[in-house]
């Protein structure tokens, strides 16, 4: 399983932005993919959660009604939009994958990662 997670950058706060998960190596069905994210000097944190096969998601209260994670099958891709973006939400963006349930908030139960990208809001 090869996880690439892209779309980071600069922006400011209030704005918008789009990450990508490209997942390869074998059929996702079954899987649970995730977003994680890391700020500095913190530890790393869930962000949300979905259901490859049905499409269930769920997130942290933190990005709860701001982020929004779907996926595309046909493109074996993941994605985390990010609306009204706060300087709070500066950090390094995982994905990563589980063989499961995406009832799973805590990092040790995902098996495969990702690269993270950085996505930075200034106030």
């Known amino acids: 399983v090869q996880l690439q997670a892209f779309g980071g950058g600069l922006v400011q706060a209030g704005d918008s932005l789009r990450l990508s998960c490209a997942a390869s190596?074998?059929?996702?069905?079954?899987?649970?993919l995730g977003w994680f994210r890391q700020a500095p000097g913190k530890e790393r944190e869930f962000v949300g959660v979905i259901s490859w096969s049905g499409g269930g998601t769920y997130y942290a209260d933190s990005v709860k009604g701001r982020f929004t994670i779907s996926r595309d099958s046909a493109k074996n891709t993941v994605y985390l939009q990010m609306n009204k973006l706060k300087p709070e939400d500066t950090a390094v963006y995982y994905c990563?994958?589980?063989?499961?349930?995406?009832?799973?908030?805590?990092?040790?139960?995902?098996?495969?990662w990702g690269q993270g990208t950085l996505v930075t809001v200034s106030s």
């Open positions: 990563a994958a589980r063989v499961g349930s995406y009832f799973a908030t805590a990092a040790r139960y995902y098996n495969y």
């Open positions: 190596g074998r059929s996702f069905s079954g899987f649970a």
